[in-house]
């Protein structure tokens, strides 16, 4: 690759593209969170009502009020946002400026509560969001019908927005170009991991129930590289029985590993054994790898010491001792629920974890610094060998992609079904809401369902079942009461009584359920009333399945008129490194008013 190569996709017309998919994002998101307020411009009739799925004409002000931005956007339910990225236009003393994401963040910094520390670290992740969408724009333009048929991790890499509510959602400090090409989920580029030995001294590996080192890495490495691997050692003068081998992002060894952990390598506590011999690609998660060499194969979770949305995304070597024993445990839990089991529900277990411990950091930092999370890893189940003839699988992330024409992988796989929209949600909704209603009225356990999180299992376009995923780091255990193993006691959480719903309205309702109703109902293909109505008929029918947790029904009601508005952007606008204080997860909550319930009434 040339020098200009690396940037053969940071053009003028695709810069401006870009720009203007993000301060469309940025209006719309923004709006729903509060920070700012659009008003109502008037047309000559009178009539601006963005309501009700009506068109309305707003604008949105600088701090100065010297600046302003005028676009059309329809409102929908939980204060929704639907905004026409073609309509919004920029001027300033009555002269039309062109859309620039990194001003209107300067603009509108009092608004947004940018301080100046977090400013320009946030306008550096705002300027790498910028560039992955240049990069997207790049590729084949595949239609979400076209995207709907493809395989597994055709649709992972062909997807390109990210997260639906964070606008800086692809930020990620510490790539560099050639890193973004070589290891973005979006890029595709096979990737080769690097393998560690690490002294048993500073090093652990925990495994479920069943699984054995040896024959596990064995299986995972084939028998010739562990043979290799251990000549590496055998040829230092190492005894190969002293050392577990960690996978490693290959990012992390070039960038943190050879300098951050010097005194490490320097006295052969770690010893790099080179790259393992199959190939890899990226998720969205961009730390977690799918094996393309044998797809049956483990997930590889690695940490990663690179900032994107709101934290390092590193691992921690103490949480790695636990993870294994919480995923048999969840996986019981499920296998012995017979509601669970009707909703065809299942997870991909965190089978096995490596964790290393830096005996001088540790001294040096609380167990939430980064610098205790520079070196661990995971095996994760793939999901390839669960599936039946004629199954297939997505990432439910997928459900709200929208291709340049607009079309929803939603609506893609609505019309491929062959079956009503109502129907094909009521089977969606049995397959992903109702396991989570029942854990949360059963066991007060709730999980981090967001589209990344959740593996939807198809047939003909149908969702036949979901996969949960990201099981020891997400979920927790809300009942202060609750009898849990001593290796399962961490997942147990403070939670505040009234907060404890937003696990639902929050996760659920606005942070995905929120973008696919709006985006059906844009297409046309389910009124918004409707997919809202199905909904509460999903919670009702559960509800009627469980007479006996009515006291809890009633207790937490999922028919309130209201709830608290919880927003994601601006805690990463307060804080970007380290959104969330992990000590008090709820307490750093930035809620702002309420919203109406959708389900509510209905």
Not at 310 to 335: C, H, K, V
Request: proline share 5%.
């Amino acid at each position: 690759m040339t020098l200009s190569d690396a940037v053969a996709h940071l053009s003028p017309h695709r810069w401006a593209r870009a720009n203007r998919l993000l301060i469309r994002k940025a209006l719309a998101e923004f709006a729903h969170e509060r920070l700012i307020t659009p008003e109502a411009v008037r047309n000559a009739d009178g009539d601006n009502t963005g309501d009700g799925g009506k068109k309305g004409e707003y604008a949105v002000r600088s701090d100065d009020g010297l600046t302003r931005y005028r676009f059309t956007a329809t409102r929908h339910a939980l204060d929704h946002w639907q905004v026409d990225a073609e309509s919004i236009t920029r001027s300033r003393d009555d002269e039309e400026l062109p859309l620039a994401a990194l001003d209107f963040f300067i603009e509108l910094k009092k608004s947004l509560g940018l301080s100046d520390e977090v400013l320009p670290v946030y306008l550096e992740e705002i300027s790498s969001t910028l560039s992955g969408t240049c990069y997207k724009l790049t590729k084949p333009q595949l239609t979400s019908p076209e995207l709907a048929r493809s395989g597994f991790q055709e649709i992972e890499t062909g997807m390109t927005e990210g997260h639906p509510c964070f606008v800086a959602n692809n930020g990620r400090l510490g790539f560099g170009i050639h890193e973004y090409l070589s290891y973005a989920p979006e890029t595709a580029s096979p990737v080769r991991l690097v393998w560690l030995a690490a002294h048993r001294s500073r090093a652990a590996f925990t495994a479920g129930v069943g699984i054995e080192y040896e024959s596990f890495l064995r299986d995972e490495l084939g028998k010739e590289t562990v043979d290799r691997f251990h000549g590496v050692l055998r040829d230092l003068d190492l005894d190969p029985a002293d050392y577990l081998f960690i996978p490693v992002h290959p990012w992390q060894w070039w960038n943190k590993l050879t300098v951050t952990f010097a005194a490490e390598v320097a006295q052969q506590h770690l010893v790099c054994l080179g790259e393992g011999d199959d190939e890899y690609l990226a998720q969205q998660s961009i730390r977690t790898f799918f094996n393309k060499s044998e797809p049956e194969k483990h997930y590889v979770k690695t940490a990663l010491s690179v900032i994107n949305m709101g934290f390092m995304r590193g691992l921690s070597a103490a949480y790695m001792e636990a993870t294994p024993a919480i995923n048999d445990w969840l996986a019981q839990l499920i296998e012995n629920d017979p509601v669970l089991r009707s909703t065809g529900l299942s997870i991909i277990r965190e089978r096995a974890a490596v964790g290393y411990r830096h005996l001088e950091y540790e001294a040096a930092t609380d167990r939430y610094s980064p610098y205790r999370k520079m070196l661990a890893a995971l095996w994760r189940e793939s999901p390839v060998p669960s599936l039946q003839d004629g199954e297939s699988l997505a990432t439910m992330a997928s459900l709200v992609h929208v291709d340049h024409d607009g079309s929803s992988i939603a609506a893609a796989l609505i019309d491929r079904s062959g079956l009503t929209p109502v129907e094909w949600l009521r089977r969606y909704l049995k397959a992903y809401l109702t396991p989570l209603l029942h854990s949360f009225y059963a066991y007060d356990l709730v999980f981090m369902p967001h589209g990344e999180n959740v593996i939807l299992v198809l047939k003909d376009g149908v969702v036949e079942r979901a996969i949960y995923k990201d099981i020891a780091e997400e979920i927790a255990v809300m009942d202060p009461d609750a009898v849990l193993p001593p290796t399962v006691e961490r997942l147990r959480v403070d939670v505040p009584e009234d907060k404890k719903l937003l696990s639902i309205f929050t996760d659920v309702f606005d942070c995905f359920f929120r973008f696919l109703a709006a985006n059906l109902a844009g297409e046309g293909v389910i009124e918004e009333d409707d997919f809202w109505r199905t909904v509460a008929d999903c919670v009702r029918d559960y509800q009627a399945s469980a007479p006996e947790l009515a006291d809890k029904f009633r207790q937490y009601d999922m028919f309130a008129p209201e709830f608290a508005l919880s927003c994601l952007n601006r805690l990463q606008l307060r804080d970007n490194e380290q959104m969330v204080d992990l000590s008090d997860p709820a307490g750093a909550l930035q809620l702002v008013g309420t919203l109406k319930n959708p389900i509510a009434g209905l």
